[in-house]
């Protein structure tokens, strides 16, 4: 398998390492007899008699690195494959026993990949992972980048203090990381490399990291009881690699580790499984990206019937760009980004590029609500819930057809109104909040329902705009003298002195309520302002 002593092993107690160049082996795919050799593959290993290995020693142009395997002991065979720089495995079995045996471990290999590429044909890494714990009897860890558990096996017998505490808080602490890891794991470089740990629990451990663009992005993690130390756990790391790395490959496949990371988080979040502000705190430093002080969710959803694209890589690089640093996932039907930011400065100042955005959105048909900044961690559900319920307002309300996203200051009033309908309705057993409305802008809205007319319009924009006639025009997308006509009708139909701020103020806010019943909660408004007459 992957080291020559787990060869050696299926030989015990027959053999012995009598020459060792190469401990480290390619994948063997094949065993083969000496006599047979023409060209020695690495991918094979040779047995045969001394003499057979010998002459096939001495045949080949070059054998460095090649294996064999010898029925008996010889000093010139020894000599010769030391020379040629070979490993030579001898042993008191006969060929026929030794090929057996060899055989054996072979098909166990080859099961194990079988089962492991099976598993990754489903699609999903808990699968593979499983597998292990099924084929192996141990339980396998995959932590991100700052000790943080991503995957784990279901079932585990082992008791084991540090496989218990990664269950159980989800990451190991600070000391129990370097307790494990020492500075071995740092120490590893980029080549793959299978860390053995004795523990003082009595069991045992190895771990082997998982390299991305030269940066550790997960580690691997085996728990054994010490009798099963002798476990090719290495080659078991090398298959579930493999297995992981077709699934990443696959249309729709399983996203980067920040992606994975950040999304259990958010789950936990929400669903309120973790609600304590430090707890909070610290699951954040556990991420891949650990964002600022102040955080800001952008939540995008996609309007095509095939939703979300697939796979979402190019997606996120396309975002990555934008909002650099920032955490993003697939989380309940939309994609969801964790902005970092250094302060709460967020609108109108643009701090990101905002046409790139909207371009990206409309590429992708999308829209998109951003939330304010805060920078308290146990209000992070309320800002992600409140952020869901702006997109589908700001969807509804927005004035402007074109816009892709939607700032919560804007639509903060409407949110409010939002929930004043569901306390109004509870109090008062009806939904009819126009009650609340000012009656000059009852009257404009009937007006305009009654004739067809944009007069509430203007009215809100002039309101808006402090009853100057030049910004009111440009605010309403209008010529100046449209806008003059249409202010002169409406202080027909009012009786209220817009001149005064708080006026103004209630018309702006009435406005708003009438729009919030016309356009997003589909009531009748024509219906609700006809005036019932007076019985006789």
């Not at 063997?28 to 057979?52: K, N, Q």
């Not at 060929?95 to 990754?120: K, N, P, T």
């Not at 307790?179 to 980029?190: N, P, R, S, T, V």
Request: hydrophobic share 40%; proline share 4%; net charge neutral.
């Amino acid at each position: 398998m992957a080291r020559l002593s787990f060869w050696v092993d299926a030989l015990r107690p027959f053999a012995k390492e009598s020459v060792v160049s190469e401990p480290r082996l390619p994948e063997v795919s094949a065993i083969d007899f000496a006599r047979h050799m023409d060209r020695p593959s690495a991918d094979t290993v040779y047995l045969g008699s001394p003499d057979e290995v010998a002459d096939a020693i001495e045949r080949a142009s070059e054998c460095r690195g090649i294996t064999f395997f010898s029925s008996g002991e010889s000093k010139e065979l020894a000599r010769l494959a030391e020379a040629r720089g070979v490993n030579l495995v001898v042993s008191e079995l006969d060929v026929l026993d030794i090929h057996g045996r060899l055989s054996a471990v072979m098909r166990r290999y080859r099961h194990w990949s079988q089962s492991l590429l099976e598993a990754a044909f489903t699609g999903s890494i808990q699968s593979v992972v499983d597998r292990v714990t099924e084929l192996s009897g141990m339980p396998l860890f995959l932590l991100n980048s700052r000790s943080r558990v991503i995957y784990s096996s279901e079932k585990q017998t082992l008791i084991e203090p540090l496989a218990g505490e990664l269950k159980s808080t989800g990451y190991l602490s600070e000391n129990s990381a370097k307790l494990l890891f020492g500075e071995e794991i740092k120490a590893a470089g980029d080549e793959l490399s299978t860390i053995f740990r004795e523990l003082d629990s009595g069991n045992v451990c190895w771990m082997q990291k998982v390299v991305k663009d030269s940066k550790i992005i997960s580690t691997m993690l085996l728990f054994a009881p010490s009798s099963r130390a002798d476990f090719d756990a290495e080659t078991m790391f090398t298959l579930t690699r493999s297995a992981i790395s077709r699934i990443v490959r696959l249309p729709g496949g399983a996203g980067y580790w920040t992606e994975l990371d950040f999304k259990t988080l958010l789950d936990d979040i929400v669903m309120q499984r973790v609600t304590d502000e430090k707890e909070i705190n610290n699951r954040f430093s556990l991420i891949s990206r650990t964002p600022q002080r102040f955080c800001t969710f952008i939540i995008i959803e996609f309007r095509n019937p095939g939703g979300i694209p697939h796979p979402t890589t190019h997606l996120f690089t396309q975002l990555e760009e934008i909002f650099p640093d920032s955490n993003a996932a697939v989380y309940d039907n939309a994609v969801v980004l964790l902005l970092s930011r250094p302060d709460r400065v967020f609108q109108p100042t643009p701090i990101f590029d905002n046409e790139r955005f909207a371009a990206l959105l409309t590429r992708y048909n999308a829209y998109a609500a951003i939330s304010n900044a805060t920078s308290r961690r146990g209000m992070l559900r309320t800002n992600y819930l409140i952020c869901k319920s702006i997109l589908q307002l700001g969807k509804a309300l927005s004035l402007n057809a074109k816009q892709r996203f939607y700032f919560f200051e804007d639509y903060a009033e409407y949110f409010m109104i939002d929930l004043c309908i569901n306390s109004f309705s509870s109090l008062l057993g009806h939904d009819d909040i126009i009650y609340l409305t000012h009656p000059d802008a009852i009257a404009v809205a009937r007006y305009d329902k009654d004739n067809n007319t944009n007069l509430l319009d203007v009215l809100y924009h002039y309101c808006l705009n402090n009853c100057n006639i030049v910004q009111t025009a440009k605010s309403a997308y209008m010529h100046r003298n449209t806008v003059s006509s249409k202010i002169a009708k409406i202080h027909e139909i009012i009786r209220s002195d817009l001149s005064n701020v708080q006026t103004r103020q209630r018309i702006i806010f009435s406005y708003k309520i009438l729009r919030y019943y016309d356009k997003y909660a589909k009531v009748n408004l024509k219906e609700r302002l006809t005036v019932t007459p007076p019985p006789d």
